[in-house]
């Protein structure tokens, strides 16, 4: 599997619903972030979470990182219509000072109002 | 306080032409990246900048494809000779200056994208 694979690949939910999305990834890295895009829109950054921390939240996100794992979570709580989007994962190893990002496919979440 | 933002956001060309994709960086922004998404899948990093130079190209085709960030002006991304392959949207982000903690950078920076370019080659 690449380097940030998040995963289900789809998920729906009804409004009001929680959602949660996983990412594993391969390498070390130095952060995560995650990123949500609207059908045919770019790509809006949401949570930065560092890899010395463990859980952060923003607003009714929660993001929570486990570096033994090589995994992250997101979880989108009281889920609403304007929810619907792609969520992406992003990661950047640790060993280089490059700055690209490596993005899995994302997660497709359709919340029904 | 304008976002990164890209032109054209809908670009048509026919197999063989040059395609000219613009970028403008958030304003102070140093660092810019280009991406590349096929439909249903996430964005492929391909290349690098800051002002003047490319600092990784590795997700960069070999052949036909260039990109640059003159000192003034926008970045661009030419791909020449355009194939039906090379149909995507094409993402710009910037970010600031990398800030150095400890030992190296702290990682990544945030990147802020643009709304895409969709290129469509007929």
């Known amino acids: 599997s690449q380097q940030g694979e998040e995963d289900p690949q789809a998920l729906s939910i009804q409004e009001g619903e929680n959602a949660t999305m996983n990412c594993s990834y391969k390498t070390s890295i130095n952060n995560l972030q995650w990123y949500r895009q609207n059908s045919g829109r770019g790509l809006v950054h949401l949570i930065l979470?560092?890899?010395?921390?463990r859980e952060k939240h923003s607003g009714r996100l929660r993001v929570t990182l486990d570096t033994s794992k090589k995994s992250s979570s997101l979880l989108i709580t009281a889920s609403r219509a304007a929810d619907t989007a792609s969520y992406f994962c992003?990661?950047?190893?640790?060993?280089?000072?490059?700055?690209?990002?490596?993005f899995g496919d994302g997660t497709t979440l359709t919340v029904k109002p | 306080n304008a976002g990164v933002m890209q032109n054209p956001r809908h670009l048509v060309r026919r197999r063989g032409q040059e395609a000219r994709l613009r970028c403008s960086p958030v304003k102070g922004h140093s660092h810019v990246y280009w991406y590349r998404q096929l439909p249903e899948e996430g964005l492929k990093f391909m290349v690098y900048?800051?002002?003047?130079?490319?600092?990784?190209e590795s997700g960069m085709p070999k052949e036909r494809f260039s990109a640059e960030f003159p000192k003034e002006g926008p970045s661009i991304l030419r791909i020449q000779q355009v194939v039906r392959g090379d149909s995507a949207a094409y993402f710009c982000?910037?970010?600031?200056?990398?800030?150095?903690?400890?030992?190296?950078?702290?990682?990544?920076?945030?990147?802020?994208f643009g709304p895409g370019t969709r290129l469509l080659v007929l």
């Open positions: 982000a910037s970010s600031p200056v990398r800030r150095r903690s400890g030992e190296g950078f702290d990682g990544q920076e945030t990147q802020y």
């Open positions: 900048l800051q002002k003047e130079n490319i600092i990784d």
């Open positions: 992003a990661t950047a190893p640790s060993n280089t000072n490059a700055g690209k990002s490596t």
């Open positions: 979470i560092r890899s010395n921390e």
